[in-house]
């Protein structure tokens, strides 16, 4: 019965191989980005990234100053 049991069991290498052919196979589904899309994507993540981190550090400093009045 071990015989059986053994000819059924998918092995690991088996089982890798398959994971590796489903990845191949939506890699080739995938629509990539034109250089120009990429370079605009990326202006715009910049840009966003800098006005939220102006955003932020305008917050802190008047949490900085409504806590400094507080504490005086």
Do not use: C, F, H
Request: charged letters at 15%; a positive charge.
């Amino acid at each position: 019965m071990t015989a059986n049991t053994n000819a059924n069991t998918v092995t690991t290498k088996e089982k890798l191989n398959t994971y590796i052919r489903g990845v191949k196979a939506e890699l080739k589904k995938v629509i990539w980005p034109s250089k120009k899309d990429l370079i605009n994507y990326t202006g715009v993540v910049i840009l966003l990234s800098t006005i939220i981190a102006l955003i932020v550090y305008v917050i802190d400093l008047g949490i900085n100053q409504i806590l400094s009045l507080i504490i005086q």
